[in-house]
């Protein structure tokens, strides 16, 4: 990192606009902002997971290791043209995902978010990962944006569906069957 922050204050997003990564400015409430600052809130919320229990070190490990990703990700959204996340990124993704699904009894029926304070902090994390997706998919409809990213974050989502279910089991929680209202 070549510049450190000695004030945390600038004033200069005052007027509504904000730093990009390549010096240029941007409104605030712009496609690329809104992505970038919605993959911040998922990894936010990945945070609290992690601050919930103590989890299993693999799951503790993968969540951390998301965590890079997705400063990674936030990185290359804030820099037009930029490019950090690789097939790579979704192909460990997916081995993560195959790993902790395989011990879990297959579903047959949609669940309720919850299971336990982790699980339940998790399925948060998941709808924000979601969230994320949509808003880079917004970004993408009017700039470019890495197939990569945005297959990362579809990937993590479905991570995120998985690990909550490994911590109900963990927390001793249960899983609740959603019920069709008549």
């Not at 496609?31 to 911040?40: I, K, Q």
């Not at 936030?74 to 699904?101: K, M």
Request: hydrophobic share 40%; with cysteine; proline share 4%.
């Amino acid at each position: 990192m070549g510049n450190r922050l000695t004030k945390i204050y600038t004033r200069t997003g005052d007027d509504g606009s904000t730093g990009l990564g390549d010096g240029t400015r941007a409104p605030k409430e712009c496609a690329r902002v809104e992505a970038y600052g919605t993959v911040d809130e998922a990894n936010s919320a990945i945070g609290v997971v992690l601050a919930i229990a103590t989890l299993p070190a693999a799951l503790n490990q993968c969540l951390t290791e998301v965590q890079h990703d997705l400063f990674d990700l936030g990185g290359e959204l804030c820099i037009p043209g930029h490019r950090i996340i690789t097939d790579a990124y979704v192909e460990r993704l997916e081995a993560e995902l195959d790993g902790f699904n395989e011990n879990l009894p297959p579903l047959k029926d949609f669940i309720l978010p919850g299971g336990g304070p982790a699980a339940a902090a998790c399925h948060v994390a998941r709808a924000v990962c979601r969230r994320a997706e949509r808003r880079c998919w917004a970004l993408a409809r009017v700039e470019e944006v890495s197939p990569g990213a945005l297959k990362y974050l579809n990937r993590l989502s479905d991570l995120l569906f998985v690990i909550a279910r490994v911590l109900a089991r963990h927390e001793q929680g249960s899983e609740t069957i959603w019920r069709r209202t008549r």
